[in-house]
Every structure is written in C-alpha cells, then in structure tokens.
C-alpha cells in the first residue's frame, strides 16, 4: 500500500473520536428524548468514517466504490422510507443479513489474502469472520422469511437436525483450523473456503428453522448482536480499529438486548443457544397433556374469581400467584373443580342474550357452548345445575367498567387495530373509565413491537405498562380487551408442560371477571399451543374477524 | 501477532465491556428502535468491503472483484441506509407522540 496521506497517528485519533461518537450515540438512543439525535449522530459518525476510510486508505479513485456504494443506498432507501411500521420484524432481520453477509464477503477476502496478510491471526479471524457473517446471514433471511409468512411459521424439526447441526458445527471448526495453521497452499484456499461457506450456511439455516414461538424475538435480537460480532472480527482480520471498535459495541450491547429478553420471560439465553428454544418435546407430551388439560382449566379458571370471592387475605395470595403461577395451581385444582363446573351452564345465558355481536361471533358462542358442554360432562359434578345466571349484555359491562386493560398483540399488527384501540380507549376514557395497556415483553414478533404501533396510534407512553408492573391488576380491573394476543395471555403456559410456552411468565388475563377478546380466529397463536380462555365458561366475549372491523362496530355501538 | 493486532484485540474486549453496559435500564419503549438502530450500525462492516474491494480491484482479478466486492458494499450499504432511516422513522413517531406529555 502506498504511503497514507496523513499519519496513522492522526488516523487512528479519529478513528477513536468517530468511535466514542458512535457509542454517545448508542447512549443517547437508550434515551426517549434524545433517542433521534442519537441515531442521527450515530449515523454522521459512520459516513464520516466512510470518508475517512476511502481518504486514509488511498481508495477514492477506485470508481467501482462508488457505483456499488449508490446502489446500495438508494436501495437501502427506498426500502427504509417505503416499508411499513408492520413489517418491521422482517425488516430489521432481512437487514441484519445483508450486514452479516456483508462481512462474510470481507472475511472471504481477508481469508484469500486480499486485505490481509497471510499470518496464523488474520487466517483465524478472517475465516472465522466467514463463518459468523454466513451464518448469521442465512439465519437471518430464515427468520425473515418466517415473519414474511413465506416460510411455515411453525418451528421446524426433522430427524436428523440435531446431527446435521453438530456435523455444521465440526466441519466450521475444522475449517477455521486448517486455516489457522496456515498448512493449506493459497492455492487450495478455495476449497476451505466453500466449505466453510456451506457449513455456516447449514447451520444458520437449522438454527433459525426450528424457532417458532415466543423466541423468534429473541433470535432476531441475537441475529443482531451476532452481525456486529462478524463485523468486529472481520475488522480484527483486516486490522480496520473502528470496524473493530463499533463491531464490538454493537455486538455487546445486542447481547445485553437479548438477555434482557430473555429474562422477561424467564429463559435461558444458553437454552435458546442449545436449542431448547423448540417444542422438542411438544409433538409428544402436549398429546398427553391435553387430555388432563381440559379438566384442569375448568378449575384454573375460576380460581382467581373464587379467590376474590374470599376476600382479600386471599386477593394477596392471588396475586403472588402470578409470580408463582404453577405451585398455587396444582394445589388448587382439586378444591375448586366443584364451584367450576356449576358455573359453566351460564355460558348460554350468553348466547341467549340480546346482542350486538356480528354473525360469526354468533356461530362462534354455539361452538363455545358445545365445547363447554364437553367439558361439563366429562367433569364429575354435573349433576348440580345451578340456575341460568342472568349474563350482562357485554355493552353494559364496558359502559359500567371503571378500569379497563387493554392487551395487544401481533394480531392489532397485522389488522391495523391501533388506531380503533386508541378511539375505543377514548371513548372509554370519556365515561370515565380508567384504560391502561398490558405489554407483554413478546408481544408481537420484535421486543417493542406494541409500544411502536401504540404510540404511532397516539397513546400516550405514560400508558403503557410493563407485565411486572400491571400483572397483579388484572384481578381487581372489570375488564380485560385482549386484541390479537394469544401467546402472551394463554395460562396453558403454566400448566401444559413441553410445549413452546411452558413455563414463559404470561399476563394473568385469565384472573380478570370479564373478557373481551378480539382475536381473528381462535386458532392456536404463533407458538401453536391452543389458548383455553376461547372455551372458558364466563365472562369471555369472543369478537371473530379482521380486529380492526370488530372494534369499529363495538365503538358504534358504544 | 504483531503490535497493532494485540491493540486490535484490546480494543475489540474494551468496546465489547463498554458496550454491555451501555444500554442498561432500557425502556422497553426503545427496544425496537435500539435494536434496529444498532443493526444499521453493524453495518460499519461497508469500510471493511470497501478496502478489502478496492485492494483487490486493483491487484487481482478486477472483473470478480468488482463483482464479490460490489456485493459487499451494496449490502453493506443497505444495512446502514435501510437501518438508519428506519431508525429514524421510528423515533421521530415515539418521540413525537412519547415525549409530547414530558
């Protein structure tokens, strides 16, 4: 390489400036208000570092950099300025690829000596460069394709997948070796090369196809993390400081993004890595599960009213159950089943009642009640048929309501609901309802997912609660609106051992009197588990269809 | 391993520490944005396509090398443009709306 214009001294000072630039940055994006200065500095201190790595490093003759830089911009434009909030997901995931494989092509580079020198150091990063960048890249445009729906949403699992990973897995570490030790001729380079290529590949792949659920968030997270960590040490392979510098950075603190995830829902980052992010076990044990899971929902139900009937000693032991959920739930099951099944002849009241539900919500409550009656009957108490309790008309239930929580989900997404949550919070707000907002920290397919589409509708932050904070008030509020969450609610996560959800902390939607559910269909939500709350006996209001068409004609009606 | 990679290493554990614990005590309202924001930002990897492109545009193979590193680059650029403006759209909305009642 030619002589650089200026000193390396002076470059490497701005390389540290751009650097601490850059983690201000991050820093201040960690903060609501000044979070928009902080990405615009953000992004200042990269094309600055741009500049300074054409000017530094003698380059900015070469035209085809500039071809290649124009089109990606723009493409990366059109793609920022036209995308939707809603499809967000995949697009920070399809974005995350491209960077990841970005550095695979620099790591491909370094590992032919172009960039780099041919030392045991360079060879080890450049190649290990290759394989986090492919793998992160494949993984990426899988996890892409799930959110896209062009791929089955459901975790994938075949015979052989784990062998296959392990195979991946030993066949990138010897490659990173053999390229370590410097034993191969440039020459036969190539062929480690492809290899490590196809191996990273088939294990990006494998890792991604098997998330379903509750941890596809997770994933994109660590997707994210892991595109910094190929950068960091694609820099490390080629000796560039800030690519070493900001890599690590975002490498790091995508990491912590992820462990915060992961501890709102009570996993294991090291599980996910190992692979127990799947329903491994679900094909087989949920089937057994199932059976003794109808009987016991008819309990767990009513447990949260029948304790509230008992007054507030008990209130308190309730509301330690949702920290606790499991433990409180076996004990209960048996002395609560009689009061349960005497109280699941109303849900025909329901359907007799007057109402202003649409057709398919009609057909729907003829399903709740034949269910319910499987239920009844299969439970041993049958006998004691209290009279048909006189149900609310649910109108007069919301009208009534003095606090309202409100529970979104992926499903307010993909209708565009946002906008009719936020009038129908208005107008209950008018009547002096009191309205709160449950997030779930998954709800959606992205940490935050809600919180965006919520405030593009214009509810205010302040509105917003986390699970931990709002959890216990689910038993003292009069109504729950569920729109478009399933997962995040489904108390089958505390009971149904070895499905996806097990065991993952839910909103104790179940504990509230009345529910309204707004949902598209009652189909098992994206982790595949059915929610027992569809065929609960009282106090569930199911609306069926497009979220957005089902609140506006509740908030005519209101 | 020379002088400047032991640095290098250095830097990278250094940056990896501080970045930890940066981001601590985020509100969940950020998450999204934090995250996309810092995608746009592992595409810092463009300055690597863009030395490793023009180092071996101009020694070996131009028409491959252009081609492989081309690639890179676009990539890479639409990593960094894409996740920017994105970034920014979402902020410029939560902040908007959040930071109105402040």
């Known amino acids: ?558 | 391993m020379t002088l400047i990679q032991g640095i290098l290493l250095g830097v990278f554990i250094v940056a990896t520490i501080i970045g930890y614990f940066l981001i601590n005590n985020v509100p969940s309202l950020l998450h999204t944005p934090l995250m996309s924001g810092m995608n746009a930002l592992s595409g810092i990897t463009i300055l690597g396509a863009l030395t490793a492109t023009a180092i071996a545009f101009k020694s070996i193979n131009p028409v491959l090398s252009a081609i492989v590193g081309g690639l890179a680059i676009v990539l890479a650029m639409i990593n960094v443009v894409g996740g920017f403006v994105v970034t920014d759209r979402m902020l410029c909305m939560i902040v908007k709306k959040g930071g109105r009642k402040q």
């Open chain 1, 1 to 558: 390489m030619t002589t650089p214009l200026f000193s390396s001294y002076i470059y490497y000072s701005l390389c540290s400036i751009l650097s601490i630039g850059i983690l201000f940055g991050i820093y201040l994006m960690s903060k609501v208000n000044k979070s928009v200065l902080g990405n615009r500095l953000s992004a200042t201190c990269m094309l600055l570092g741009i500049i300074l790595t054409l000017i530094y490093n003698q380059i900015f003759p070469v035209w085809v950099l500039y071809i290649a830089i124009a089109i990606g911009a723009i493409l990366g434009a059109i793609l920022g300025i036209r995308v939707k909030m809603i499809q967000m997901p995949q697009t920070v995931a399809l974005l995350n690829g491209l960077g990841g494989g970005a550095s695979a092509i620099v790591g491909g580079f370094a590992l032919l000596g172009i960039g780099a020198i041919t030392a045991p150091f360079s060879l080890t990063t450049s190649a290990l460069a290759l394989a986090v960048g492919t793998l992160t890249l494949f993984g990426s445009l899988v996890a892409a394709g799930k959110l896209h729906k062009i791929l089955p949403q459901k975790s994938i699992i075949f015979k052989g997948q784990q062998a296959l990973t392990i195979v991946s897995l030993v066949l990138i570490a010897t490659t990173i070796v053999i390229a370590a030790l410097g034993i191969i001729p440039t020459s036969l380079m190539w062929l480690i090369l492809v290899t490590n290529i196809l191996a990273s590949a088939s294990f990006g792949t494998l890792f991604s196809i098997r998330v379903g659920g509750a941890d596809m968030p997770i994933t994109i997270s660590l997707l994210n993390s892991l595109s910094g960590v190929a950068g960091a040490i694609a820099g490390l392979a080629i000796s560039d400081l800030l690519l070493v510098a900001v890599g690590g950075i975002v490498g790091a603190s995508g990491l912590l993004l992820t462990q915060v995830m992961c501890k709102a829902i009570n996993r294991k980052l090291f599980d996910i890595l190992l692979g127990k992010t799947s329903c491994k076990m679900s094909q087989t044990k949920f089937a057994s599960t199932k059976n003794s899971k109808s009987q016991n929902i008819t309990a767990s139900h009513s447990e949260c009213a029948a304790s509230k009937a008992e007054e507030t000693d008990l209130q308190f032991e309730n509301a330690k159950s949702n920290n606790a959920p499991t433990d409180l739930l076996t004990k209960n099951t048996n002395s609560k089943k009689i009061e349960s099944s005497s109280k699941s002849e109303s849900t025909s009241a329901k359907t007799e009642s007057p109402s202003v539900k649409t057709e398919s919500t009609m057909a729907m409550n003829e399903n709740t009640l034949a269910i319910t009656e499987n239920i009844a009957n299969k439970s041993e108490s049958t006998s004691t048929k209290t009279e048909k309790e006189k149900t609310e008309n649910p109108l007069d239930i919301l009208k009534k309501a003095k606090s309202v929580i409100i529970v979104p989900g992926y499903g307010m997404a993909i209708a565009q609901a946002q906008h009719q949550v936020k009038r129908l919070a208005d107008k209950l707000i008018e009547n002096g309802t009191i309205v709160k907002y449950a997030i779930h920290p998954v709800a959606g397919r992205m940490p935050g997912h809600m919180n965006v589409l919520l405030c593009e509708a214009n509810v205010e932050y302040e509105d917003l609660y986390e699970m931990k904070d709002i959890n216990n008030e689910f038993a003292t509020a009069d109504v729950a609106i569920v729109v478009g969450a399933n997962d995040v609610l489904n108390p089958a996560a505390r009971e149904a051992v070895g499905t996806p959800i097990y065991g993952m902390p839910v909103l104790s939607v179940d504990c509230c009197k009345n529910i309204f559910i707004f949902n598209y269909d009652t189909k098992p939500g994206y982790a595949g588990v059915d929610n027992p709350l569809y065929t609960r006996k009282e106090g569930t209001y199911l609306y069926l269809g497009n979220a957005s068409e089902t609140l506006e004609k509740l908030i005519g009606a209101l």
